[in-house]
């Protein structure tokens, strides 16, 4: 079993920037791969950003070249930084893992609870 617990959510301004972090515990290894996707609302889920143990990471197109993954291995946490941030990026954001890289694929066995990120025009 994994646990994962978000956090680093809250409200900003378009342009603005937030780093959402995920703490992970339990049955952690360097085998367990991470992601971060969101839901908007109104919309269904969609996958943000993955990396892989190797540390090679994947991006949906709306958030290249805004968001960065990354992880702190020795503190079991990931990262998501995300820089100019845009209305359209509102949504409740969260982090899973797997033993399984499914990359942007929404079937990772483990979920966290999730954190609100809103962004004001």
């Known amino acids: 079993q994994v646990q994962l617990v978000e956090s680093g959510g809250g409200s900003v301004q378009s342009g603005g920037s937030l780093r959402l972090s995920c703490k992970a515990s339990?049955?952690?290894?360097?085998?367990?791969?991470m992601a971060w996707s969101r839901q908007a609302p109104g919309k269904e889920r969609e996958g943000v950003s993955s990396?892989?143990?190797?540390?090679?990471?994947t991006y949906a197109d709306s958030v290249k070249g805004r968001f960065t993954i990354s992880q702190d291995k020795a503190e079991n946490t990931l990262y998501l930084q995300m820089n100019s941030l845009k209305p359209e990026d509102t949504a409740i954001y969260y982090c899973?893992?797997?033993?399984?890289?499914?990359?942007?694929?929404?079937?990772?066995?483990?979920w966290g609870q999730g954190t609100q990120v809103t962004v004001s025009s």
């Open positions: 899973a893992a797997d033993r399984v890289n499914w990359l942007l694929r929404l079937v990772y066995k483990y």
């Open positions: 339990g049955d952690t290894d360097s085998n367990v791969y």
């Open positions: 990396i892989d143990r190797y540390g090679r990471t």
